[in-house]
């Protein structure tokens, strides 16, 4: 009896010139590098990256959080295709000097590994 697996498929694939960063668990494509804003950023479970723009990430409700840099309101992000937490999305920002964090995502270094032209 021959098993069929099913091939992973995911919502966007990034151009395979460019340097990516990927979902540690299963591989999906997560942001280019040109959409890296900073590395100083401090999450749940160590250092984390902010990124101006993700694909395959799905977005949980939002709501207020205190966080180093004050009060935000923000919304889990999580992979599409395996569902694990990778941070999470600033939608409102109440202090004026992080009104930049404003649609912008926070992706953990644990969850995420570099792909494709990193050498």
């Known amino acids: 009896m021959v098993k069929m697996t099913k091939a992973k ?11 990516t960063y990927s979902c540690i668990h299963c591989r999906a494509h997560l ?3 040109d ?3 900073s590395k100083s950023f401090q999450g749940s479970q160590g250092r984390a990256y ?7 990430v ?7 959080r205190v966080l ?5 309101a923000v919304a889990d992000i ?8 990778l941070g999470w999305k600033y939608e409102h920002a109440f202090e ?16 995420m590994i570099k792909d494709n032209g990193w050498e």
Request: glycine share 6%; net charge negative.
């Open 31 to 33: 942001a280019n590098h």
């Open 78 to 85: 999580y992979c599409e295709n395996c569902k694990t937490t």
């Open 58 to 64: 799905g977005c949980g409700p939002a709501e207020e």
């Open 96 to 111: 004026s000097s992080q009104k930049y964090k404003e649609g912008k995502f926070i992706i953990e270094l644990a969850h």
């Open 50 to 56: 902010l990124f101006n723009s993700v694909v395959n």
């Open 9 to 19: 498929t995911f919502q966007a694939y990034l151009p395979h010139c460019h340097r």
């Open 35 to 37: 959409e890296l804003i």
């Open 68 to 72: 180093l840099t004050g009060l935000h």
